[in-house]
Antibody, heavy 121, light 108 residues
């Protein structure tokens, strides 16, 4: 059974870069047409999609974040990564990595537990 | 950009039927997915592609989608169904995943 686990610093200083890792277990990150996703949720607010990426290099990003987002995949480590630069307090959120159902871009049926990132001034 | 609109809150008595709506321009032409999120937990997919139930999701959860409104219906509501519910689509025009603002279901 596929499982995802986020990791990274829980506290990031304003104007610096947030870096998170999603570790994939129970399956290969290189499988088929899976687009691996990052989604976040500010405290008390709704879900916001950050972006989705394929091991072959294809990416889709939320246009509101695109200028600050970088994603990558390490197939040898079965991990994928998120970098968000020039963070502000509004980037404080729970960050989730997620995987969609086979054959889908967006019906996310596997989620990590989420990691809380706080941006401090 | 494509916008999904959800009523912020819905209340229902146990045993009754809850209907949670998601509005969007011609949403009937898109595939809608629904997520349930309980406090402190990651979201769970409860309906995908308008009306399909993933494995393990009770038959009490069903979905429909037509015109400008998609609906998640929860029959015989239980106290354990109390949660936030989010609709979501893929907007091919912008190549974006779009989430609705969420609906808080309260079981009275």
């Amino acid at each position: 059974q596929l499982q995802l686990q986020e990791s990274g610093p829980g506290l990031v200083k304003s104007s610096e870069t947030l870096s998170l890792t999603c570790s994939v277990s129970g399956g290969s990150i290189s499988i088929g047409s899976t687009y691996w996703a990052w989604i976040r949720q500010p405290p008390g607010k709704g879900l916001e999609w950050i972006g989705s990426m394929h091991h072959g290099g294809g990416t889709f990003y939320n246009s509101s974040l695109k200028s600050r987002v970088t994603t990558s995949i390490d197939t040898s480590k079965n991990k994928f990564f998120l970098q968000l630069k020039s963070v502000t307090a509004s980037d404080t959120a729970v960050y989730y990595c997620a995987s969609p159902r086979v054959g889908s871009l967006d019906a996310f049926d596997i989620w990590g537990q989420g990691t809380i990132v706080t941006v401090s001034s | 950009s494509y916008v999904l609109t959800q009523t912020p809150s819905v209340s229902v008595a146990p045993g009754k039927t809850a209907r949670i709506t998601c509005g969007g321009n011609n949403i009937g032409s898109k595939s809608v997915h629904w997520f349930q999120q309980k406090p402190g937990q990651a979201p769970v997919l409860v309906v995908n592609d308008d009306s399909e139930r993933p494995s393990g999701i009770p038959e009490r959860f069903s979905g429909s989608n037509s015109g400008n409104t998609a609906t998640l219906t929860i029959s015989r509501v239980e106290v354990g169904d109390e949660a936030d519910y989010y609709c979501q689509v893929w907007d091919g025009g912008s190549d974006h995943v779009v989430f609705g603002g969420g609906t808080k279901l309260t079981v009275l």
